[in-house]
Every structure is written in C-alpha cells, then in structure tokens.
C-alpha cells in the first residue's frame, strides 16, 4: 500500500501545510468517513459542517477554512483538484504485462506493437494496428481497418466494429461499441433498404468512452469525436456526428445523426440532440432536455416540466391540451380591456 | 416434460380445487390462447370476459370468479402470486455441471469453490472469489478483488471490473457492466482530469440486474445495492449511488451520482434521479419523469406532459414558452378585478 | 477497389446520363466533399446549393436540378434510393470463410450448417440451429434452443439467452442482447417473488437489431418482431411486445411489455410506449415522447415541452405546477363575463 507524508504531499503538489507535517497518509476518504491515516477534502461549502468532527487523518482545504480544520490541513486554492491529484496516488491498477495472450486471435495482416498488451479472449482483424503501450483487455473485439493509438486502454468486451480509429490515451469501459452501422434506412416499394455505411470513426487523443456507450460509423464521411471528449455510460452517438473538444456528455443522453456541438459544452444526462443541429460552443443542456433546433449562443438550455405529486401532476398536465385555448381566451380578454 | 394433476397442485400450494381434481398440467398459458393440459391464471378483472371460452384445461383464480369458470378451477387468495409458483414447476433451465471449462483463464491468485460452474471463455482476475454454486457463464470477464456470492448466476458477457461485491443468489443478465469507473472529472486549465475512483460496489442478496445495465463503482466509498433489488435492462446507476432493500426499477431509468434511493421504491420506466438528491421510502416514480428534488414523503410522483396528436402538441408546446406572462396577465386582471 | 463508369451505372440501375459517361467512379462522397472518381448526390432542396461548386466528379440528381449541374448527372426519379444502391457496390466487407473456427465451443446437440462461418470464442447452447450462410462473429453467445436463419449475421458479441429464433437475412449489431428474462416480479410477505418467463423471441426476417439493444422473451407467450423491423441501438423491448412490420425505431426508444405496436410506424429518438398499449398501423412518435395511451388513428403523436433557455424555462416551469389554477381562475373570469 502507498503511503505519503503530508510533507511529501505538500512538496509534491506545491501545497501549504497547517499542523503536523509528519502525519502519514496511506489512502483518501470523505469528510464524514474519514479514517486513521486517510486524507479528506473540503470543497463544496455545503460540507462544512462536517469538517469540526472529521475522523481523517488530514483534510486539503480552502486559506479560509483553515482556521476551522481540527486536523492537519493542506492548503490548496483549488481543493478538489489537489485533491484529485493526491487520490491519484493510491490507485492501484495493475498493468497488464506487455505481449499477446495465447487465446487471442489475431489476423496475420493485423500489427501489434511488441509493447502492446492483448488480453484473452481478444480478437484482432485484417489490417488493424494497436500502437505502443496499448492495452487491450479481455473479450474486446476489433474489426478489420481499425488503429488503436498509443497508451489506448479498452478494459473489456469493447467493440470497434470496423475503421474505427482510436487517438493516444483513449480510454474505452466496457460493453462499448464503436463503428457499428449508422441507422440508415431509406423506403422503397413498403420495404426497407439498408444504406451502406462506408465511413468511419475518428476519435480524438484523451477521450474517454462509457460502459455500454455506442459510437455508430459515418455513411459516407466519418463520425468524429475531438481529442479530451469525455462520454459518460449509455450514450448514443449517431452516424456523422461531430463532438467538439472537451465536451462532456453525462450518461444516457444521445446525439442523432449528423448533428455538431461544440467544444466545452455539458450535455446533462438522459438529454437528446436531434440529428442534423449545430450546437455551438459553451453551451450546457440539463438533464433530459430534448434540443430540437440549432444552438447559436452558448448558455443553458432546458426543456421539461418541474417534478410534482402524481395528483397535483394529473391535474396540471391535462390542462397542458388547454393551454392554447387559455391563452386565447386570456388575450381576448386583454383586448376587450384594452 | 413436467406434468402434475390439478390436485397435486392445489396439495403443493395449498389451494382448493372446483372441478375435476384430475386434470392433468403440463405447462402454462394465456387466459384467451390456453391449450389442452395447460393452466391460466385470472387475476386483472379486466380479463373476466375471457374466463367463459378460455381453451386451458383449469385456471387459478378468486373465489370470487370460481362460479363462473367453464373448467377446473384451482381457488387462490392471490391467484397470480399462486400461478407464479406453479409456472416456476414449468422452468426448464438447464444446470451447468459444476467445473472450470478448460477454456477459462483465471488468475492463479483467484479462488473458485469446486461447486461452481465457469463456462467457456470465461476470464477471472487476481484475488477474485466465486463462492459454492455460482454459475458464470460463457464469456464473462471479472476483473480484480471480486466477490461472487453464494448461487449467484451471471448468464453470459457479464463484465464485473474492479472491486465488486455479490451477495448470495444474485442474478446478472447479458452485457451488464458493474464496477466500471464512475463519471468523475474536474476541469483544470482548460482539459479534463480524471478523478480516480477507488471504491467498488456492494450488492445485496437476491439482487437481479438487468441485460447491459451498468453499475459504476465509488469514487472513495462504494456504490451500494442493498438486498432484493430489482434493476431493468439498460439502467444507468451512477458512482455512489445507494438503493435500498426492495427496490424495483424499470427499463432505461438512470440514477445519477451520490443520489439515495429509499426501500420499496418503484421507478418508472426511463425515469431519472439527479445526482446528490435523496428518495425517501415508498416512493414510485412515474416513467420518463425527471426527479429534480429530494423527496422526504412516500407517495407517487410524476413530471412531463400528456401525449397528442402533433398538431395540437405544436400549438400548446409554444405556448408553453408564454406561460409565465399569461399567468402574470391573469394575476393582473385577478387584482384590478379585486 | 470497385469502380465503374457513369455509363455502367446507368445501365445497371436504369438512369439516364447528362454529360460524360465515361467518367470512371470509385466511390461515393457528400456534395460538399465530393472527390475525384466520387459520385455525390442530390435529394434535399437544401443542399441545392451546394451543387455548383461540388468537387464529385458526378451526381445523382433529379431532372429538374439537371440543368444546373456542372459535372456528369445520373438523372434518378428518387435519387437517394438510386444513391443507396449505387453506393452499395462500394461497400468493402469481407465475408468470412465458411466453417467453425476452432476456439468455437458447440454443443454435440446443436447442428451448424457447413455454409455458415462460426467465428472465434463462440458458443453455441444444446439443441440450437445454424442455418446456411449465416455468420456468428467473434465472441457471439447463443444459449439453448435457439435458432439462426439462413443468411442472418450476428456482428459480434451478440447474445441470444434462450429460445430465440431469429428468420432469414437478420442482421444483428455487437452487444445486442434477446431472450433475457423479461422483468416478471410480484411482491409475496415484503419480498420480491421472481416470475419465470417460459416464452421466447421470435424476429421475423429481414429485421436488424442495433448494438447494445435488448428484447426480453416472452413471460408466457413470445415477444415478436414481424418482417423488416428495424431496430436503432439501445432500444429497450419487453417481454410479450409484439412490433409489426416495417415499423423503425430510433436509438434509446423502449416498449415496455406487452404493449403492441402496428406496422410502418415510425418511433422517434429516447421515445417510450408504456405496457399493455396497442399504437395501430403508420403511427409516427416524436422524440422523447411517452406514449400513455393506446393510439387507434394513423399520424404523428408528440409529447414534451419546447428547449429555451434555462432562466426563461425556470419562469415557465414553476407556472406549469399552477396550470390547473391558472386556468380556473380563467374560466371564472369567462363565466363572470359570460
């Protein structure tokens, strides 16, 4: 098990320390939960009040609650991050040891760079490359015409079905799957025709993608997410999409196809995007809003209804198919009136 | 193929028969599609009017109905909790031999009871621990310092990463991914940073988790299913979640990061529960409803609007942008009116 | 690489050529985009514009928009459909050799046609069936009972738990899951009671299933997919559903069980259909939309609120808890007046 001195943290992340410096720190914890040896951190001022009675050992913190810590403090101006960075630490993944494992199948024309990992269960197709350091784990499949960029990590059982092309530092959770067929349908004669899916996916360095979260490929140009893309799980990402840098997008919400957002925008969970929309830069969509037009200013975007008592509820939705009529009837009013 | 007469059944499950005790029982069916041999079960009194021309050979049902049933009945307090059982005589799910399938790849570290069953490409990592009875089936990966309980059965492409815990008799269907890293990032000079999660996940006895629903682990404590939970397919529970005993939720419905659910909650399909908020007990949640704010008092609640046709739903939605100023309008008149 | 004169593709599909028929094609491109050897086209009016100054070295267009192309045009009475098949010709699959590859692990009691390919970590359930030339990719797990129909390709990583049996020409995308438990629970003495689930799947073909899509199987009956479904990904289906043919469904849409939903409807993005409803034929769901009730009449049906800005939306959303109010105080103004 890692341990640190508060001195060494402080050393490390160019921290200040208040109390002794000689406290030894093997591992983090909440404020609440604290624990013998276990650092916490104080960021949000809503858990002040936890911090007079914190069983931690030590507690990163604001100059101004310093005063107030009962333990040994480290002083941070961004408490979180610090702490972030500190927690990082006493991470204890191991790494899988470079080299392919005897039960994968890989395609003689597919390239594996010697420092790569291939866990078992992994098969690997016609022309694909998984760069250096790439870690491929356990029942992950690769299609054919795919590249895996250095440092990638796919945990397990990811997909990439076919030209998915992966940036350095991505990191793929389990169940995913990228590069399947886009949805597209076309009618003919009260039958469906398939459209073929000859594109691809472009991900971008440092993006992360959740468990069970499905990137479809492009239909004639690629699907593309920018580098430091962070999906969340159960997300949905359709054909011809374009995810701007350093968006993140929380969990369940969707993007049809061919739409654009921006970079830095937050996509709240369970929200949708319909396809072909442009979302603009900095724009932030709240949970299980529906955008149903173009975004143009960066801002925060809702839709929905406030949360009530299913009595209280029934009562108001149904005049919901009377709001026309009862803003007609208002403004007639206000005619007569005026 | 099971075959028992109505006698027999009415002894094993305590019931009273009106008809012929001789009956013999082969399998279950519908009310309106039942089938020589079969037995159906009347309960929703919505269905009475099928009792008079159902096909099957003997139905379950209340006192209340026997007088009216063309054939056997079988006479029940609760006539579906009955038909449950005497279906469940039906169930013909094989049981894997217990044994290591050669194919499997476990870590040399990991402990499997000799009465479990590890199918086919089946992978277990360090320190990992299948307890007596439990099935794992074809293609499953369980990553690091697992637990799997006493009878546990995880059908097929069951991934468990990091640090997950199963009670006894947990049941986890295709494609579900527990333990996978939650959503945490914090944002520093313009790029994400990701924040390392360091617990794991708990689950209860009797748990049953639904094909592709993800279950992340804690960012510091753990993300925790108490016993008898109930989770749909594709659900989305967050990092540091907490459900309590008995809780059931439907398909699609998310709950996002350091929410509490109460016990006996019911969620509505494709609801969702905003990080950090807390559900009191008893408490149903209508589908697609969004819940914005701890709720303190059992009870059912419910947002979003009533379906309509388009052009209707054009009409009101746009009004729906005015709805402030029209209220304001009939506040006002409301005053000079007096 | 595949390529064709303008004149052969003319020839092979029936258009007829402006310009150049000699112009040699290898691919297909977006009018914007276009490229040297790539045939573009022209359906929308809105991208009309786009058309003098495309790079694609011909078009499939309309004959009204003929006169205004400046490179070859392949004049198409529905040029998208035209463009699909045309495209078609360029799409790169390889097709798997026929055979089982030898990491496959089958039952001595399920039959594998010599025409189908099997691929690698495969496994293949007692008493199920592979019909010709279907193709079950890497990772793919078919329990017991089932059955694969002629032609059908499960990409890879696909699960069919039990009894699921799937027609002709079905396409199925990675981490699709049919035939899991459907979600049967009834309450007994504070506990849950599982409720077995005896029925299957039954797809009819043609029918496409998208990644990471779930269909449970029948409680008692089957759950069914009639002729050419088209499923998008994460789509949730029920136990018992019934979905007519032709009817498509957008990513993340749900049916909860045995709901019934006619043929050629069209189901919006994240839309829900709550259980035990019948929607009939040609009914189009918006997006994000609940259906509450049974729909008995062809059209579009819509619930949901328009997108603002999240300051207008907060003054919206709290009147929408007084709607109810608003309009009876409207009402008695009305009668007063009346």
Request: aromatic share 4%; proline share 4%.
């Amino acid at each position: 098990m890692n341990s640190f001195t508060v001195a060494e943290l402080a050393e490390r992340f160019a921290l200040r320390v208040q109390g002794d410096a000689d406290v030894r720190i093997d591992g983090v914890a909440t404020l609440a939960n604290g624990g013998t040896h276990k650092l916490a951190f104080l960021a949000n001022p809503r858990y002040r009040s936890m911090l007079a009675t914190t069983p931690a050992a030590a507690v990163v913190l604001r100059e101004a609650d310093a005063a107030s810590s009962p333990v040994t403090a480290l002083i941070a101006d961004d408490p979180y991050a610090a702490f972030v960075k500190i927690a990082s630490l006493f991470e204890t993944r191991s790494t899988p040891a470079p080299g392919i494992h005897p039960s994968a199948c890989i395609d003689p024309t597919a390239a594996v760079d010697p420092s790569a990992s291939i866990g078992p269960f992994v098969s690997i197709g016609a022309r694909s490359t998984i760069a250096a350091g790439a870690v491929i784990g356990p029942g992950c499949v690769i299609g054919e015409d795919c590249h895996v960029g250095e440092g990638c990590e796919l945990v397990a059982r990811v997909t990439l079905v076919v030209r998915v092309r992966l940036g350095q530092r991505v990191l793929v959770h389990p169940g995913a799957v990228l590069g399947a067929d886009g949805f597209g349908l076309a009618m003919e004669h009260g039958r469906w025709m398939k459209v073929p899916q000859l594109g691809g996916v472009d991900v971008g360095d440092d993006c992360e993608i959740g468990a069970n979260t499905t990137i479809d490929r492009g239909a004639i140009d690629d699907t593309v997410l920018e580098e430091d893309v962070r999906l969340d799980n159960q997300i949905q990402v359709g054909h011809n999409v374009r995810i701007g840098a350093h968006t993140a997008m929380a969990g369940c919400s969707a993007v049809a196809g061919s739409a654009t957002i921006g970079r830095y925008c937050l996509v709240g969970g369970g929200a949708g995007i319909l396809g072909h929309l442009e979302v603009c830069d900095r724009v932030m969509i709240t949970a299980m809003s529906l955008v149903t037009h173009s975004i143009r200013e960066p801002g925060e975007y809702s839709s929905g209804t406030p949360l009530m008592d299913n009595r209280s509820w029934r009562r108001n939705a149904a005049r919901y198919k009377q709001l026309d009529s009862i803003a007609r009837q208002v403004q007639a009013r206000n005619k007569e009136k005026g």
